[in-house]
């Protein structure tokens, strides 16, 4: 039976749910890839970042097991199984994902690939459990982690999840919508030296003070229960001189902010970071994709103290930026920074993890 296509106005879709040639790529081949050769990532998809970087700094063994701290689309984790399990050696794949929605549909990825939950393993689980998740398994460690700390495609471009401001919907931004409370309601809340706290850590706003007493006093009058109206408001509280491509990177950022605040993002970070090394094998290897300055400030000290302390016998010395083509091919790709660490074959843990033996 023929099925019409959806009507939208207008020569191009705009709304998420209209881009049905994106959502069923499958479907329109042709229409996806003339997408993607324009560098847009399809709705409702990631494309994973930095695999061929990732896969040379982790340099994953067949036979090996490894750790997809943040599976999302479940793209780094198939080429990751893929040398896993090369030449029908039985290596193993741990995925976690805090994202209720979304892990399901990146089980059913991996399956569809061929690899059964003997080869992934799924765990819903924010990726600061990851060192008791592994004891649950019976895994001593892993040889191979790998934590990109990015937000998928897929929850940025549904409105639905509260993330985007192109669209209109639910200012809600939580990775995992079935707990805590949503961007809206901690908004209405805030103290105004909290929201400033957020705003210069989580987007480097200069006028993280300024900005954070006019929300305040603005909420009362125009509450920021939407993406929009938080968004509009945004752009009219900026200098009206100001570039409108600057205003638009101010908007991002601050959403950006209320999404780590919103999901205790550093915190988190710096819970598996402190756990890391007793994660990891003698000899084992981690890579972390970071987004931000906030992000990536925490790595490179934890990595490079880590050094210091003989947990890690290597780090990286430099930042690993996506290549120009890559950008050109994936603009979300442009901020991306990759760092590296291998564990020291000798070094001495304390039973939780990466505190030194006194």
Known sequence: MHRRRPRYPG????????????LRAGEYPEAAAHIEARGK???GSHRPIMVAEILEVLAP???????????GH???????????RADGASGQLLGLDVDPLELPRAGA??????HGPEA????????????GVLESLGWSGADIVLADLGVSSMQIDNPDRGFTFKFDGPLDLRLNPQRGVSAADWLAGVRPARLEATLRDG????????????????????????????????????DPATPREEVERFVRRVFQALRIAINDEYSALETWLRNLPGCLNPGGRVAVLTFHSGEDRRVKAAFREGLQQGLYSAIADEVIRPSPEEQRANTRSSSAK?????????????????????
């Open 41 to 43: 990532t399809l709705a």
């Open 109 to 114: 990825r991996l399956l569809a690939a061929g």
């Open 120 to 131: 992934a393993i799924t765990v819903a689980s924010n990726f600061a459990g990851l060192h």
């Open 11 to 22: 020569r191009n879709p705009r709304k998420f749910e209209h881009k049905y040639k994106e």
């Open 203 to 238: 987007a480097d706003e200069p006028r993280a003070a300024r900005l954070a007493a006019a929300m305040v006093e603005a909420r009362a009058k125009t509450p920021f229960r939407r993406t929009k109206v938080l968004a509009d408001w945004l752009r009219a509280w900026s």
């Open 61 to 71: 063994k067949p036979g090996e097991r490894g750790v997809d701290c943040t599976l």
């Open 74 to 84: 479940a793209g780094h984790a198939l080429a990751l199984l893929e040398r896993l």
């Open 338 to 358: 990759l760092r590296w660490a291998v564990r020291a074959e000798e070094a001495k843990l304390s039973a939780s993890g990466g505190v030194p033996e006194v």
